[in-house]
């Protein structure tokens, strides 16, 4: 299987230091958040790795060159960004005809990537998204399931519909190339926003597989630094 990794993002929520280095590199205890998330992909059995890049691009194509791994990733650049779903449409080519996976650039993910590979493979389905269950819903993509456990429905950061716990998008996906194939190129797409309720709607079926524990997204002051402290 490969993989993306989102590392397109400005990290403007991240203040300063977001200006000066982009979000997928910033220290989490001792080394930047790309090689964690490296790592953590090629331990799960990942053969190769696509990157995109747009805020600070040199200094990710820099950090990749230099990876003992260098060999098994591949930088994009994309001039102009294309969200979650167009950066990942902009890049099918390099991510070949099977089922792939998509990490965004900014979360630390525990559970191994193959008990998620394992739920996909048992779903006939175009997507398998992982979620997790938090009452801490402000500023996240929230998403109903049905009983049988596949995604009814998805509300992308608001809170308005929420009451009381609810399941959170943790930005690791298994996608079907066949999901995006047909999207046009070079567009700015979402998929919590575009994608995702679009294939919904048209009857395609995406799993949810549910992580034990929350992801920890460090794209802020508060949540780095919470990172910093968990793995420092």
Do not use: C, W
């Not at 790795?49 to 747009?54: E, R, W």
């Not at 608001?158 to 190129?185: C, E, Q």
């Amino acid at each position: 299987m490969n993989a993306m990794i989102l590392a397109a993002g400005r990290g403007t929520r991240l203040g300063e230091l977001g200006q000066t280095i982009p979000k997928a590199l910033v220290d989490v205890g001792g080394q930047p958040l790309l090689a964690r998330q490296i790592s953590y992909l090629k331990d799960g059995g990942i053969d190769r790795i696509v990157v995109n890049a747009h805020h600070l691009a040199d200094q990710i194509e820099r950090f990749v060159a230099e990876h003992p791994l260098a060999d098994d990733i591949d930088v994009i650049f994309e001039p102009e960004l294309l969200g979650t779903a167009g950066g990942v449409r902009n890049a099918l080519s390099r991510l070949g005809e099977e089922p792939f996976l998509v990490l965004y650039g900014d979360v630390i993910v525990d559970e191994p990537v193959v008990e998620m590979s394992r739920t996909h493979r048992g779903a006939v389905a175009s997507a398998t998204i992982t979620l997790y269950q938090t009452e801490e819903v402000e500023g996240k993509g929230t998403v109903e399931l049905a009983d049988d456990g596949t995604v009814s429905k998805f509300h992308e950061k608001t809170t308005s519909h929420v009451d009381g716990p609810a399941y959170v998008n943790a930005g690791l996906y298994v996608v079907d190339p066949s999901l995006l194939r047909d999207l046009p190129p070079s567009t700015a797409l979402d998929f919590g926003h575009d994608v995702f309720p679009t294939a919904l709607a048209r009857g395609s079926t995406i799993m949810a597989h549910i992580l034990a524990s929350p992801v920890i997204d460090v794209g802020t002051p508060a949540m780095l630094e919470l990172a910093r402290n968990r793995l420092g």
